[in-house]
């Protein structure tokens, strides 16, 4: 297969020569939205994140694969894809262990008031809070129940959370209570201390939580955002946060990014913000590598008949 890595995946030019040593032609280019370093026609496989958003896909006349470093395809032409019945694969599990202990961490920082101790800290204040909160026993409810969700669900219980899962395939999943559908999602939000969104991006979920559904939020209750920020309606949110209506956020993905200097988000006192950095943890490397060689190696690629 004649192969086109991009700089979206860091290891890339560790790899070409094994990789070439597996039968394909290998060519990189670092930057995605710069010229490629060959023909559109030459590449029948891909390893990339956003090269489709400045390349438009109708270039790539033999495209037959895709691998993404990313786990959403928010970022692709899906339609077409699977129109022109190309192989796509995303980095699955690559990214579901530090997302969920970003998930977690963001809760108990919340529920510990660690930003108040941090300040007093500064201050050398000794200063006692009676008023901390304890996740042991919380009711959990995730929204997409994939991989990142899945893993999201085995930290919250072993937290000893009541977890329930909301999704549009329905199973059975021991780390869950229960998996309801979509449809079952205001009933859901109705009776969950935190409502968790590891949801992909669709016409579907787009302002998913909206301000219908933040009325339906129990009081006291925490929305945490791992997933895209356009999931979530940012107006309604911030009428939420400011009237008290949710007790707290924390919010990883945004509508605009980088988040506005003049967003109102960053002064509340109820809300943690990070710069979609919830996907970052020392072992995703050698994840996202593992990824790509096995989905190299599938039966649907690897035994494709291919024309160099």
């Not at 329930?164 to 979509?182: A, H, Q, T, W």
């Not at 940012?234 to 980088?258: Q, W, Y």
């Not at 809300?271 to 590598?289: A, C, K």
Request: aromatic content about 10%; some cysteine; charged content about 20%.
């Amino acid at each position: 297969m004649n192969l086109l890595l991009t700089g979206a995946w860091q290891g890339a030019k560790q790899h070409i020569e094994e990789i070439e040593a597996k039968g394909h032609k290998v060519l990189f280019m670092q930057y995605e939205k710069d010229s490629l370093p060959c023909d559109y026609s030459w590449v029948q496989g891909v390893v990339c994140n956003g090269l489709f958003l400045t390349h438009p896909i109708e270039k790539f006349t033999n495209l037959r694969y895709i691998q993404l470093t990313s786990a959403g395809y928010d970022r692709v032409p899906l339609e077409y894809i699977q129109d022109h019945r190309i192989k796509i694969f995303n980095a699955c599990g690559v990214y579901s262990i530090p997302m969920a202990e970003y998930a977690v961490s963001g809760v108990l920082q919340i529920y510990k008031h660690t930003a108040k101790f941090a300040e007093n800290q500064k201050k050398m204040l000794w200063q006692k809070d009676r008023d901390i909160a304890e996740l042991f026993g919380k009711t959990v409810c995730i929204f997409g129940c994939g991989n990142v969700g899945t893993c999201c669900a085995k930290l919250f219980k072993a937290f000893g959370c009541r977890v329930y899962g909301g999704d549009v395939c329905f199973r059975e999943d021991d780390n869950y209570s229960k998996i309801l559908p979509m449809t079952s999602a205001d009933d859901l939000i109705s009776q969950s201390d935190i409502v968790l969104l590891t949801l992909p991006l669709t016409e579907q979920t787009r302002h998913f939580i909206n301000s219908e559904r933040l009325e339906k939020f129990k009081p006291g209750a925490l929305l945490v955002n791992i997933s895209r920020g356009a999931v979530v309606d940012t107006h309604a949110l911030e009428n939420a946060l400011n009237n008290r209506k949710i007790s707290g956020a924390v919010l990883d993905v945004f509508e605009e990014e980088p988040l506005s200097e003049s967003s109102h988000l960053w002064s509340m006192d109820n809300v943690i913000i990070t710069p979609h950095n919830s996907f970052v943890g020392e072992n995703n490397n050698d994840r996202l590598n593992l990824c790509i060689f096995k989905n190299l190696e599938s039966p649907g690629v690897k035994n494709e008949n291919y024309t160099y």
